[in-house]
Nanobody, 123 residues
Framework: QVQLVESGGGSVQAGGSLRLSCAAS????????LAWFRQAPGKEREFVVAISWSGGSTDYEDSVKGRFTISRDNAKNTLYLQMNSLKPEDTAVYYC????????????????WGQGTQVTVSS
């Protein structure tokens, strides 16, 4: 079982940056595939990026490639998302999620979820 708690959200202007963190508690953190999803008002939750248990493999959704960077520190049981060049369309609640086995872009494949942190980007 893994408990996930996101932090670092806030309000920024377009072009700005934010760094999200996801602190995990529980067993076997280093064995989990971790991901960030987001959900904008009135829209379905969507995949943003995932990272393998070792951090050696990542998978980015096209709209965030080159702007967002995912990383993890297994010694600190923490997942990060560095978001640069933010756009108004990045506005959403951002969730971290965890699963064992392989990476996936599907919401239903993830076993554990945080409560989310709001990111608001103004133009």
């Amino acid at each position: 079982q893994v408990q996930l708690v996101e932090s670092g959200g806030g309000s920024v202007q377009a072009g700005g940056s934010l760094r999200l963190s996801c602190a995990a508690s529980g067993d076997m953190f280093s064995r989990y595939v971790l991901a960030w999803f987001r959900q904008a008002p009135g829209k379905e939750r969507e995949f943003v990026v995932a990272i393998s248990w070792s951090g050696g493999s990542t998978d980015y959704e096209d709209s965030v490639k080159g702007r967002f960077t995912i990383s993890r520190d297994n010694a600190k049981n923490t997942l990060y998302l560095q978001m640069n060049s933010l756009k108004p369309e990045d506005t959403a609640v951002y969730y971290c999620a965890a699963r064992l086995l392989d990476g996936s872009r599907r919401v239903s494949d993830y076993w554990y979820w945080g409560q989310g942190t709001q990111v608001t980007v103004s133009s």
